[in-house]
């Protein structure tokens, strides 16, 4: 147990819905990581937040957005869902915000798109 | 751009049967080399982290080496519960706080 945890564990939703993906980082740390994996794809880095505010991004489509709340949770809101956006979603935290922080990974929101 | 490479795509062992996997990147000024391993459906799992060159770190049957061009993990012999997706990943000047990960080695020990 890596000491993040993520909400909810799997989630199936229509087509050109909305979701919300909830991530608590450990205790401690102020660094908070988006990752989505797919088949095709492997691991790709959407987002971080360092102390609320945002830090660097990646790979992250236009319909979805995140945010870093006072007490440090994340929540990663997919919007206008497609059939491509089914994925494992992970959260993962660390305690600074530079590239050299190890990062611990939370266990997966699993989004399936009907 | 930063890239990884791993290698091979597939493993597949006896129990006792040690072997190394091969992790090779491109990065504009290294931070650091991180391996994870993942269990089929689970979030990743931290393993080590390198920062230079002629760096080595050991964690049970477990050992990973650094050079300037590539990682290696190797696994000493291994039992079935070794069996995972490895993966690996690295962070570099250039690409600001975004960790780039390979496509990961499935790592199959049979008994």
């Known amino acids: 147990d890596s000491g993040v945890t993520q909400t909810p564990k799997h989630l199936i939703t229509a087509t050109g819905q909305r979701v919300t993906l909830r991530c608590s980082p450990r205790s401690g740390d102020l660094s908070v990581y988006w990752y989505q994996q797919s088949l095709d794809q492997g691991l790709q880095f959407l987002i971080q937040?360092?102390?609320?505010?945002?830090?660097a991004k990646g790979n992250i489509l236009e319909r979805f957005s995140a945010q870093q709340f006072p007490d440090l949770h994340s929540e990663l809101n997919l919007s206008s869902l497609e059939l491509g956006d089914s994925a494992l979603y992970f959260c993962a935290s660390s305690q600074g915000q530079g590239i050299s922080e190890t990062q611990y990974f939370g266990p997966g929101t699993r989004l399936l798109v009907l | 751009e930063d890239q990884v490479t791993q290698s091979p795509e597939a493993l597949r062992l006896q129990e006792g049967e040690s072997s190394s996997l091969n992790c090779s990147y491109t990065?504009?000024?290294?931070?650091?080399l991180f391996w994870y391993r993942q269990d089929p459906g689970k979030g990743p799992e931290f393993l080590f982290t390198?920062?230079?060159a002629g760096e080595e770190k050991e964690k049970e049957r477990l050992k990973a080496t650094l050079t300037k061009k590539e990682s290696f993990l190797h696994i000493t012999a291994p039992k079935p519960e070794d069996s995972a997706t490895y993966l690996c990943a690295v962070g570099g000047v250039a690409a600001g706080n975004k960790l780039t990960f390979g496509g990961g080695t499935r790592v199959l020990v049979k008994p």
């Open positions: 990065v504009s000024g290294l931070r650091g």
């Open positions: 390198l920062y230079s």
């Open positions: 937040y360092y102390n609320g505010e945002e830090r």
